[in-house]
């Protein structure tokens, strides 16, 4: 099997990474050993959504560029092998690196002068280094003149990966003499600027990427939490903090999780020297559908046997993706308390119901993604027509722009200025 690149990982950032790849001209091998995945795949179905690459793949699918394999071992074939392999968190405040380990082992037998070995995926720091050491303790090359070793970390956001991986900056952490290098000359085929440093910098820059949207949109939900307790507009304070003012810019409220924001302050964690800081973040940011959850009650009393509408399981907006979803977590609080749960969700590959039936007579509807079909006069109108007529509409997103957290489907209506 001949290949210039092997990713070993196709999820979703390994197989839009193997196509781009591809899509330039070089022959990529991907591994993955999910079957499931391999036969989409192969018969040219993407696995989830990811904007253009539908069509990347049928257009890559004759050219025999992109070749697939379930052996990680296939990797060394080319002298590039990426790893885009997911990186959980373990309980502990800690990563687990155990599918990492696992693959490098079977790497290891494998590897010969020339590799180059890039971590893709979010690592925590020191990482690459542990990497880097543990290859050399097995097999004796020295790392950055026989074998190289990167961390290359992924910062693209879902939905958007063909266009930036041409545009953001691809940073590259290089370990020991020309690692760096040498992995650079593999992402610069895609031609966005390179910016070399050092290993652990490039992790740190990658997990604080991360951490600084998690703290940003941890602020507008403790202020819509302490607004509640206050009888405040939580829309209204922030239209206060940001109007004309140059130094404001306080995000707005919602459901902040995901499986990148939610599990990468751990890493940082591991070692932080103001333990707590983040994980304070972390709890404002887990506690919003129990604050919504609770609130609902305080209105309407026990929601057992009630129905309650749920619309949107994806951790953000038209996203397929539901991978640490606090949808989840606000359904499964819902069940907790006896109430009959209905979900729409138009996006995600979890059977739902169509927006109709999810909120016929609805008493509780909550607004859990702010997909772009929910934020439109016609949902509200839905809810209108088919929810109980005394619908509670619970909208942290304000997708309705009705600016009300929790409103009336009737008082919404006016507000919003669509009746
Ligand atoms: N999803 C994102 O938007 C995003 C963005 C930036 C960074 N990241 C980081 O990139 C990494 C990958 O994320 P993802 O969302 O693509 O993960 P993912 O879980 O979607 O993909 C991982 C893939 O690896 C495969 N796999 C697991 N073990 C394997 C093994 N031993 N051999 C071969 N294949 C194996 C799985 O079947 C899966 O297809 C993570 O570290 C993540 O934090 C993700």
Request: negative net charge.
């Amino acid at each position: 099997m001949l290949a210039d690149v092997s990713v070993i990982g196709l999820g979703r950032v390994g197989l839009p990474l193997a196509l781009s790849f591809a899509e330039r001209g070089l022959r990529v091998l991907g591994i993955d050993n999910d079957p499931v995945r391999l036969d989409a795949v192969r018969a040219g179905q993407m696995p989830f959504q990811e904007t253009g690459t539908d069509e990347l793949l049928a257009r890559l699918h004759p050219t025999g560029l992109l070749q697939l394999s379930d052996r990680v071992q296939d990797a060394a074939a080319a002298d590039h092998i990426v790893i885009t392999l997911g990186t959980p968190s373990f309980s502990h405040i800690e990563i687990d690196m155990s599918g990492i380990r696992s693959v490098v082992d079977d790497l290891i037998p494998h590897l010969r002068p020339g590799h180059a070995l890039t971590l893709r995926s979010t690592i925590a720091p020191g990482t690459t280094e542990f990497v880097a050491g543990y290859v050399a303790k097995h097999n004796g090359f020295t790392i950055g003149e026989d074998l190289f070793v990167a961390h290359c970390p992924e910062r693209i956001a879902a939905g958007h990966f063909l266009e930036e991986i041409s545009t953001l900056p691809c940073i590259v952490g290089g370990v020991g003499e020309s690692s760096g290098e040498v992995v650079a000359g593999l992402f610069e085929v895609f031609g966005a600027q390179i910016v070399q440093t050092t290993p652990v910098q490039a992790e740190l820059a990658k997990i604080w990427t991360n951490i600084i949207r998690y703290t940003q949109f941890a602020l507008p939900n403790l202020l819509m939490m302490d607004c509640d307790q206050y009888g405040a507009n939580v829309f209204e304070v922030i239209d206060l903090i940001n109007r004309d003012y140059p130094r404001g810019g306080i995000a707005r409220p919602g459901f902040t999780a995901g499986t990148c924001l939610r599990k990468d302050f751990t890493f940082s964690e591991e070692r932080s020297s103001a333990p707590g800081m983040l994980l304070a973040v972390s709890r404002v940011n887990e506690t919003v559908p129990h604050f919504l959850v609770e609130g609902v009650k305080r209105r309407l009393g026990t929601l057992s046997g009630r129905k309650v509408a749920v619309l949107g399981l994806a951790f953000k907006a038209d996203t397929d993706d539901e991978r640490d979803s606090l949808a989840h977590k606000l359904v499964r609080l819902l069940e907790r308390e006896l109430a009959d749960v209905a979900i729409h969700d138009p996006h995600v590959a979890t059977p739902t119901q169509p927006l109709d039936d999810a909120v016929t007579g609805a008493e509780v509807v909550f607004v859990a993604t702010n997909h772009s079909a929910f934020c439109s006069p016609q949902t509200l109108e839905r809810i209108g027509e088919c929810a109980s007529p005394e619908c509670l509409v619970v909208d942290p997103w304000d997708c309705f722009g009705a600016a009300q957290v929790f409103a009336y489907a009737s008082e919404l209506a006016i507000l919003s200025g669509t009746l």
